[in-house]
Nanobody, 119 residues
Framework: QVQLVESGGGLVQPGGSLRLSCAAS????????MGWYRQAPGKQRELVAT???????NFADSVKGRFTISRDNAKNTVYLQMNSLKPEDTAVYYC?????????????WGQGTQVTVSS
């Protein structure tokens, strides 16, 4: 099992910035993909950004140029720097780790952290 602990959510004005962190512990493998997803009220959970152990990244079109994702492999921690925040970025943000073990995919989720963008 892998445990994920998120931090950094909160209330911010439009145009502001927030940084989310997610620390993974437990049975985490050397090669994995860490990322962030979000779910707004009444909507499905959607990809925000992911990053592999090697540093390859993937972003949703809606956040490209505003959000950056990074990770510290030694600490098994992933970060999401969110700049130029918009009200439509308001959602619960979930940390995710997925990895392959013995041919089977493992998917782990954090408890979620609320991000509210409002004046």
């Amino acid at each position: 099992q892998v445990q994920l602990v998120e931090s950094g959510g909160g209330l911010v004005q439009p145009g502001g910035s927030l940084r989310l962190s997610c620390a993974a512990s437990g049975s985490i493998l050397s090669f994995n993909t860490m990322g962030w997803y979000r779910q707004a009220p009444g909507k499905q959970r959607e990809l925000v950004a992911t990053i592999t152990t090697a540093g390859s990244t993937n972003f949703a079109d809606s956040v490209k140029g505003r959000f950056t994702i990074s990770r510290d492999n030694a600490k098994n921690t992933v970060y999401l720097q969110m700049n130029s925040l918009k009200p439509e970025d308001t959602a619960v943000y979930y940390c995710n780790v997925n990895q392959w073990r013995w041919g089977r995919k493992e998917d782990y989720w954090g408890q979620g952290t609320q991000v509210t963008v409002s004046s």
